[in-house]
């Protein structure tokens, strides 16, 4: 197993374009998030999704979007990037279930960089 | 959105100490989470608690769920290097988890 995996590991984009966060994982879990790591700071909740086709609203939605058409794929979309973007970004997935609900894979972090 | 303190804010131990931190809600939370992060990676669960009053240990690490439901504490007995890194506690409540600030810890040997 990879576990959860991301891609891209770093990137650097302009203000104004948008992109896409990939996330896969190869666990069967239903549930998958997506968090933003600010410098210093706690992570924040962006959106989950607790099946395919299914997604909700974390803490910090706003300038994200997402989808959930398969098990495995979780993609982060930034339609229109702005500084206030800058951040470390992870994605998890869980099972659902009290025994496995919260215990959450981490994957390894996006760092993204708007100027 | 939830508030999560989180104190201390870091921490220089000398190997072979104990550590204590602490977090607290101004909201009731169904779960507390206690997670370490190592540069460059994601966090990764330490220990879980499910009810108020509930103490769980894991190896040298023990944490306790408050009664209230609004703080949680943890402590590592007996520090190693090794133990480096940002710990962060998390509160749970429906499918939304809060995290805390984290308490950065570094051990010298």
């Known amino acids: 197993n990879a576990g959860v995996t991301q891609t891209p590991k770093f990137r650097i984009l302009k203000i104004g374009q948008s992109m896409t966060l990939q996330c896969t994982q190869d666990m069967n879990h239903n549930y998958m998030y997506w968090y933003r790591q600010d410098p210093g700071m706690g992570l924040k909740l962006i959106y989950y999704?607790?099946?395919?086709?299914?997604?909700d609203k974390g803490e910090v939605p706003n300038g994200y979007n997402v989808s959930r058409s398969t098990t495995e794929d979780f993609p982060l979309r930034l339609e229109l990037a702005a500084p206030s973007q800058t951040s470390v970004y992870f994605c998890?997935?869980?099972?659902?279930?009290?025994?496995?609900?919260?215990?959450?894979?981490f994957g390894p972090g996006t760092r993204l960089l708007v100027l | 959105g939830q508030q999560l303190n989180q104190s201390p804010q870091s921490m220089f131990i000398q190997e072979g100490e104990d550590v204590s931190m602490n977090c607290t809600s101004s909201?009731?939370?169904?779960?507390w989470l206690w997670y370490k992060q190592e540069p460059g990676e994601g966090p990764v669960l330490l220990i879980a608690l499910y009810k108020a009053g509930e103490l769980t240990s894991n190896g040298r690490l023990t944490a306790q769920f408050g009664i209230t439901r609004k703080d949680s504490f943890l402590n590592i007995s007996a520090s190693i290097p090794s133990d480096v890194g940002i710990y962060f506690c998390?509160?749970?409540?429906?499918?939304?988890?809060?995290f805390g600030t984290g308490t950065s810890l570094t051990v010298i040997p």
């Open positions: 998390a509160g749970q409540t429906g499918n939304q988890f809060y």
């Open positions: 999704s607790v099946g395919a086709g299914i997604t």
């Open positions: 998890a997935s869980s099972l659902p279930g009290l025994a496995g609900f919260e215990t959450q894979y």
């Open positions: 909201s009731i939370f169904n779960t």
